[in-house]
């Protein structure tokens, strides 16, 4: 792959991507690209897609297992400034597709910006969270956005509205798109008032999850007008664990991992929490995060 040397600094080769995870696990990315611009982050996607070569973002890891085997083609990481930056401007927010969303999500509420507040505790990118819509039961990211420019895997830039956006629960219609940024429509408060509600959203979130352990947040969907942690600890299986992944005690949708985990442990253990719930209610659970 000669065209790698116009890049050269910015990629990598065989770089181990268990510690860019939540879990800390996984394999190798054959390639790592770190763009300095957008230029060349559009130059060099489009030119690996021209040439079959596969290209995935990784945000901050926080919803994704990689297998032990690791991924081919090229790991594309926006960790530089540029794709890190975060404009206010009033009650217009717009943030880079890298910005990390638990620090833009507590500037918000210092500020007294509200809307974002739902989103406290929830660890990632802007761009991992428009692509999941994550969000919780205070709201999701949906409701604030209200544009965002994707970079498609041609090259090209486009801006999409939030109606274009495909947004439902835990997803949308970023597909094979990246984030490069989202503005963001919030409503000036008192800030006293915003960042009580962020801090009880955060506290509520501490104290009902796993935080300080090693997991990629809820792995299931919650199938319509059920909770799959609920459905997960009736079937018994709280604590339960295959090497060195277990189900969580403290939330049943979560699964944590220990030193010497592999991802074929969480792998197995999801398959036997899937056939265990089926075989109890019936249900058959989808995932939320995503397998590389
Ligand atoms: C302790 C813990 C608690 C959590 N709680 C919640 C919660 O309450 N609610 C919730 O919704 N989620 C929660 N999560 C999951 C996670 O925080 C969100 O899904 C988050 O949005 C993932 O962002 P990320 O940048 O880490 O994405 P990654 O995990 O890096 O990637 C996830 C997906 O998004 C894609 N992606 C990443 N960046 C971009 C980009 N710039 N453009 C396009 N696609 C991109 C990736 O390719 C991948 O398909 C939790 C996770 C943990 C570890």
């Not at 268990?18 to 190798?28: A, E, H, I, Q």
């Not at 509420?109 to 406290?120: I, P, Q, S, T, Y």
């Not at 352990?213 to 809820?218: K, R, Y």
């Not at 442990?265 to 249900?283: E, K």
Request: aromatic share 6%; hydrophobic share 40%.
């Amino acid at each position: 792959m000669n065209w790698f040397s116009e890049f050269a600094g910015r990629i990598e080769h065989d770089v181990p991507l268990s510690p860019l995870t939540w879990f800390k696990l996984g394999g190798c990315a054959r390639h790592v690209y770190r763009p300095a611009e957008e230029e060349q982050l559009a130059r060099m996607v489009g030119r690996a897609h021209g040439d079959d070569i596969p290209t995935r973002v990784l945000g901050a890891g926080a919803n994704v297992l990689i297998r032990d085997d690791g991924v081919d083609g090229v790991v594309v990481r926006l960790d530089d400034a540029v794709f890190q930056k975060v404009e206010y401007q009033g009650e217009r927010v717009i943030a880079a597709g890298g910005a990390d969303l638990m620090r833009l999500t507590r500037e918000c509420a210092r500020r007294g910006l509200a809307g974002l507040e739902c989103m406290a505790g929830i660890p990632g990118t802007v761009g991992g969270a428009i692509r999941m819509n994550a969000g919780g039961k205070h709201g999701a990211i949906v409701e604030t956005v209200s544009s965002a420019r994707l970079l498609t895997p041609e090259g090209d830039v486009e801006v999409l509205r939030v109606e274009q956006l495909g947004f439902g629960y835990r997803r949308s219609a970023v597909g094979p798109r990246i984030v490069l940024s989202a503005e963001l429509q919030l409503r000036q408060d008192d800030p006293r008032r915003v960042l009580a509600r962020y801090e009880d959203i955060w506290e509520r979130k501490k104290t009902s999850q796993p935080f300080g352990e090693n997991s990629a947040g809820c792995v299931f969907k919650n199938p319509p007008g059920e909770s799959a942690g609920r459905l997960i600890d009736e079937a018994g299986m709280k604590g339960e664990s295959i090497g060195g992944a277990r189900v969580s005690r403290e939330h049943a949708n979560f699964i944590v991992t220990r030193k010497g985990a592999t991802a074929d442990d969480v792998l197995r253990l999801m398959d036997r929490i899937r056939q265990t719930v089926r075989r109890q209610s019936g249900i058959e659970l989808e995932l939320e995060i995503d397998i590389w």
